[in-house]
């Protein structure tokens, strides 16, 4: 049975390389590119021939594919490991602080017509919330750019596949423009304006984290929300971070709209501990670099 990249190939009367086609399907099957109309795919295939960039993204993909696997199959073992060892107490504390909220919201919608109580109980089961990549695209981080945006391309089958929004939110020192994937489903001109964003300058993590709590507020009615930040390592107001306000900002996001943060750093030696206390999970990409 003839693949479906091989069709739209034949379709298009366009002719690749055998590792070029690799890169296509491992796009296709990523960013859903059956949804899209045959237009829609011929603009697709048109800009993977022309973007250099593209099939370098799809190649680091390609490589990362078996590391990433293994990385969430061990990461379950080992948070449950983490959370039988000293989470209990803070964990059963968000349960039950979490569960009050649900009760009296759940009482206030509760209406009653005669002796019947009508309850909303389909309105309160947990969805989980969007994923939230910010990525940031400065000087120091322009070597890694590609390597960046090639390990974020994975996260459109898992959006598509939980049915999450999947926001990409470039930032420097300021917030110029972000791009929202509505349950993971590719929309062309927002992904070619992720794949050729760039910036210069330094990095400022303050306001992206506030843009970030603004999505989370338009996304309250979700819970479970997954904040993925790319990072060189050092932000130029990272100190802050350690601050009363910033805390404040970082426990209401992690307590009220269950957020959790993960951070993902260019070297090692740039991640400082203390400053990203709010993490979740770190990783280090100096491995996949080299």
């Not at 948070?79 to 989470?87: K, P, S, V």
């Amino acid at each position: 049975m003839k693949d479906a990249v091989q069709s739209l190939l034949e379709k298009f009367a366009l002719t690749i390389t055998l590792e070029q086609r690799d890169f296509l399907r491992f796009l296709y099957d990523h960013l859903h590119l059956e949804e899209l109309s045959d237009k829609e795919q011929q603009i697709f295939i048109d800009y993977f021939y022309k973007s250099e960039t593209l099939r370098n993204m799809a190649a680091f993909s390609l490589e990362l594919a078996d590391v990433i696997r293994e990385m969430c199959e061990n990461i379950p073992a080992i948070e449950q490991a983490e959370r039988l060892a000293n989470g209990k107490e803070q964990r059963l504390y968000y349960e039950r602080k979490w569960q009050v909220a649900r009760r009296q919201k759940l009482k206030h919608q509760t209406t009653k017509k005669g002796n019947i109580l009508y309850v909303p109980f389909d309105a309160y089961k947990k969805e989980p919330g969007p994923i939230i990549i910010c990525l940031e695209q400065t000087t120091g981080m322009a070597a890694y750019s590609e390597l960046c945006k090639s390990m974020i391309l994975p996260f459109f089958m898992n959006a598509h596949r939980e049915r999450r929004d999947l926001y990409i939110v470039p930032y420097d020192c300021q917030i110029h423009v972000h791009y929202r994937f509505e349950n993971g489903h590719i929309n062309l001109c927002d992904f070619k304006g992720f794949i050729e964003y760039q910036a210069k300058g330094e990095a400022a993590i303050l306001p992206v984290l506030h843009f970030v709590k603004g999505l989370l507020q338009e996304n309250q009615h979700y819970t479970e929300s997954d904040i993925i930040i790319f990072t060189e390592g050092t932000p130029i107001d990272g100190q802050h971070l350690v601050g009363k306000k910033a805390k404040t900002i970082l426990n209401e996001m992690k307590s009220k709209y269950c957020a959790e943060f993960s951070v993902i750093t260019m070297q090692e030696h740039n991640f400082n501990e203390q400053q990203f206390w709010f993490a979740n999970k770190a990783f280090f990409a100096d491995d996949a670099i080299q």
